[in-house]
């Protein structure tokens, strides 16, 4: 018997404990909300956090992930001079910037893309909020293919039709002309989605504010840039390409710069203080080339670009482990927190403006006007007076009519020098114009001070992600194969001269 009502005390406690639980069931999803980080991202902050991280990784000078100042030799190196030797391996250059242009600003700005697509709008003024909305689609676009187009720049064929799908870990490679095309033709479609009536993410946009004439004049100045990629590898289309963005707004004066405006307190500062003032570091001073080749010219932007060492500019030889002490540094403006990081200036559209004309695109002015235009750009960018700056374009090496080489050598090199603080357009003007030693020109040498290294050339590209090789190893090795080899002189497809 006692067994019995054992068994039954036992049933009419797990009955109650079922009773209990049942009573939590309406509030069970409750229960187990996180009620102190937010399930779903807003897609202003995740536009914001993309741009900033792209920002960070194109400005930034920590040679674990851009070493563009010294593949375009504005900048020497002084304890360790690997990168200046273009070691690519040993800091995993090429795995950071592919994981912070993949994961960190293309997979936000995805999830940015997604939230705005699927919210719904009020309904109380259509019309505005579906151009609202557009304006917003529109910036997430032109950061894309902004993202896209320097992976191609870097790498070759990259992953585009199955990146950032999170349930495939084995994304297949697509041509790089394919993905120029493509990303050319979603930038087109961003211009046609501006309405510069409207805003757009306004305070979560921390380049125009919201100011979508200033994005639509941007869009069409990075239509430009791409298309001139595109010059010698695809004539017709790059010329075609080229004078539908001349013929609409470009940016048209400094105050349009595709910029950040910095902070002067941490962690809202240029990344450049953070690697120059806040490490402590002193690893890099003024490079040999740019400095002999500036003083050659008397350049009044040398005061600007670098301090002076014993009375005049001295730069450190290129290549090797250079002293700190017995050089010019880095100017003084570069160690200012607040310095505006700049991606696309009014002197960079000039110069392409000059490269449209000679090349015989439908252009207003010759491509002297667009050079002359372009220099007083760059040095009214850099704050120098406006005597000083006619004085310079003056001279007979300087002119556009009296300087040295052919075309390619004169907008080439004055555009190098104006691309200071813009590495990676700087490297990509000497792969594109191929103005280097072969013209005459006495910069990216096959330099002697690389001692030991059996190809001292830049690289033209850089190596695929180790992780790509072990991770995604078919694509990987059909990706090498496609393009040619995975080596850092096996040349992108626009790169033919």
Known sequence: MKKYIYKFGILLFSLAVISACSGFDDD????????KNASEVPPGPLFTNAVLDYYYLMLNTNVNSNVFRLYSQYWAQTTYPDESQYNQTTRNIGRNMWRTLYRDVLKDLDGAKVSINNAVLPG???????AVRDNKLACIKIIEVLAYSNLVDLFGDIPYSEALDIENPEPSYDDAATVYSNILTELDNAIDMISTGYGGLDANDPIYGGNMSNWLKYANSLKLRLALRLADVNPSVAQATAEEA???TLISSNADNFKIDYMPLSPNTNPLWVDLVQSGRKDFVAANHLVDYMNAQNDPRRSVYFTLYDGSYKGGIYGTANSYSKNSHIGDLFHDPELEGV????????????????????VAGTAEDHYNAAVLASMAEWGVDGTEASTFLAQAEVAYTTATGDWKVKIGSQKWISLFNN?????????????GILKGFP??????NLIG???????VRFLYPIEEATLNGTEYDAAAAAIGGDEMDTKLFWDIN
């Open 28 to 35: 069970l999803e409750e229960r187990n909300t996180d009620t």
């Open 124 to 130: 109380v003024n259509p019309v505005s909020e579906e």
């Open 246 to 248: 001349i013929s609409n």
């Open 343 to 362: 991606l696309m200036s009014y002197a960079e559209v000039e110069f392409l403006l000059a490269e449209a004309a000679e090349r015989g695109y439908t």
């Open 423 to 435: 590495g990676f357009e700087g490297w990509t003007t000497y792969r594109l114009l191929d103005f």
């Open 443 to 448: 910069i990216f040498d096959d330099d002697d």
């Open 453 to 459: 290294y059996e190809d001292p050339e830049v690289p």
